[in-house]
Nanobody, 114 residues
Framework: QVRLMESGGGLVQAGGSLRLSCAAS????????MGWFRQAPGKKRDLVAA???????NYAESVKGRFTISRDNTKNTMYLQMHNLKPEDTAGYYC????????WGQGTQVTVSS
């Protein structure tokens, strides 16, 4: 069973930046398409950025141009660099593979103050 651990969240002012990390146990990480998801209180969990096993990326319109997803398969780690953060980016952020999800990690909270 793959275990996921997100980190790097925090409290930041609008316009600020954060870099999230997702560490995955197990050697199958590199063969999977991965994504960053976020969930605000009372809302469903949404995919905000995706990266294929080969490195191709895709973004939700709301974060395009501000967020960058990347991965280092040698470290079984995925990243989400977030710039120009907005209050509406406030949410718990989670990583997982696309398709059939592994067990969800604890997530990391991002809070953007106006």
């Amino acid at each position: 069973q793959v275990r996921l651990m997100e980190s790097g969240g925090g409290l930041v002012q609008a316009g600020g930046s954060l870099r999230l990390s997702c560490a995955a146990s197990g050697s199958i990480f590199e063969r999977n398409h991965m994504g960053w998801f976020r969930q605000a209180p009372g809302k469903k969990r949404d995919l905000v950025a995706a990266i294929a096993s080969g490195g191709q990326t895709n973004y939700a319109e709301s974060v395009k141009g501000r967020f960058t997803i990347s991965r280092d398969n040698t470290k079984n780690t995925m990243y989400l660099q977030m710039h120009n953060l907005k209050p509406e980016d406030t949410a718990g952020y989670y990583c997982n593979r696309l398709g059939v999800a592994w067990a969800w990690g604890q997530g990391t909270q991002v809070t953007v103050s106006s």
